[in-house]
């Protein structure tokens, strides 16, 4: 019996991808027309997307998760109601799973580790100026972040920017905007993990 071409493993992850994204989105109470808008992705794309007719580019996949306070790891893989015990796993050196921004490089962190509550990622900053707000990061949860190297430029939605150096740290309510900064003259570097607190409905 031939395997339907339709099921592969990447058109798989690509249809969960989409139906999440609709899911959040109706869970939002919005139209697609309203996702567009607020994220300047075309309604026909979204509507291609969100039926898994394509596979959207990690830009435009940030673009879309942003209004709707989603992290990029918990879009591909959800958090569950409750993890199996006794789960154990490790990232080796060069094994991290890399993505890229306009204004930082992400290194994922026990990627292969399904449904996970955290999400543990290592960050470049390579941006010197503010983002434009609309691309700060808004998401579900709390999230800790410690500077690993450089000075860091934290800049949030309610409060005056927070110089962190090399040891500092900070811990925030990720649904409330922020984004990040280099302040010295080389890219700032940091641990962030973030806690995804309400499960993402299935």
Known sequence: ???????????????EVGRRLRARRKECGWTLGDLSERSGVSVPAISKIEIGQSSPSFDTLMRLIR???????????PPTESAPSGRLTSTRIGEAERHSTDHYDYEVHSSN???KVMVPLKMRIRTHEVPPPDEWS????????????????LHTQHYAPLVLKVGESAYLDSTMRHAFTSEGPEDAEILSICLSIVPFER
Not at 67 to 77: K, S, T
Request: aromatic share 6%; charged share 25%; proline share 4%.
């Open 1 to 15: 019996m031939t395997k339907d071409a339709a099921d592969t493993p990447d058109q798989r992850i690509t249809a």
């Open 67 to 77: 209004p709707l306070q989603l992290n990029f790891v918990e879009i591909l893989d």
């Open 113 to 115: 580790l399904r449904g």
């Open 138 to 153: 808004i998401h579900r949860g709390e999230e800790y972040i410690y500077v690993l190297s450089g000075t860091l430029g």
